[in-house]
């Protein structure tokens, strides 16, 4: 079965850092792997989704990795802005299931 | 387009009680699911439906019973309340059941749910 760890549960970072979330599971035949965004008291949105084939993704000032042979994918936030505070999770497609992490809860202060 | 709509927003039952959370969306999706998300823990697939007509259990189908009579509708009963199923609960839809880039997954805002 597969687990799915974020670490830290939360990060507080002033504004304009930058900053990496980070994932682990541990089967690494997975298909793909997504990463959320949720805001409070909302449902969650989809930021990327890399393919097992690929080692990163971009959009925007977001990055993600992957390196599936150790079970990692990070979430690279560049110039952090108090928009991006949210919880952001992992969710890695294996087995024909998708399993997620608890999420990892951003603050960006002004 | 309202994308996936969800009903009630709160919730609070006695244990023993039953109740429909409703799901909608308009999108044309084929796949729908149900998730249950718990403090300290990710989501937990519940039940979902590739179709309509066809339904299937997820991780936690236990005390959970959904139908899909359109490819619109995918309610989630609670046949008799327990404490332990207090929790918020998601519904989504796509176009596939496997995520693939291009095919976001679309979910609702949540049914926060509090069993006494």
């Known amino acids: 079965k597969q687990e799915v760890t974020q670490i830290p549960a939360a990060l507080s970072v002033p504004e304009g850092e930058n900053l990496v979330l980070n994932c682990s599971f541990t089967?690494?035949?997975?298909?793909?792997l997504q990463w959320f965004r949720q805001d409070p008291g909302k449902g969650l949105t989809s930021l990327l989704l890399?393919?097992?084939?690929?080692r990163e993704q971009t959009s925007g000032r977001l990055n993600a990795s992957l390196d599936k042979s150790s079970g990692r994918s990070t979430l690279y936030i560049a110039a952090s802005q108090p928009g991006d505070s949210a919880t952001y999770l992992c969710?890695?497609?294996?087995?024909?299931?998708?399993?997620f992490g608890a999420g990892t809860r951003l603050t960006v202060k002004p | 387009n309202a994308g996936v709509t969800q009903t009630p927003k709160f919730q609070v039952l006695k244990t023993g009680q039953s109740m429909t959370l409703q799901c909608a969306q308009d999108?044309?999706?084929?796949?729908m699911s149900w998730y249950r998300q718990d403090p300290g823990m990710g989501l937990r697939l519940i039940h979902y439906s590739v179709g309509a007509g066809i339904t299937d259990q997820g991780e936690v189908p236990n005390g959970y019973n959904v139908s899909r009579s359109t490819t619109e509708d995918f309610p989630l009963r609670l046949l008799s309340a327990a404490p332990s199923q207090t929790s918020v609960y998601f519904c989504?839809?796509?176009?596939?059941?496997?995520?693939?880039?291009?095919?976001?997954?679309?979910f609702g805002p949540g049914t926060r749910l509090t069993v006494l």
């Open positions: 969710a890695p497609w294996s087995n024909n299931d998708m399993r």
């Open positions: 999108m044309n999706h084929e796949y």
């Open positions: 989504a839809s796509s176009s596939t059941r496997t995520p693939i880039k291009g095919d976001t997954q679309y």
């Open positions: 089967d690494s035949a997975i298909y793909n």
């Open positions: 890399i393919q097992s084939s690929q």
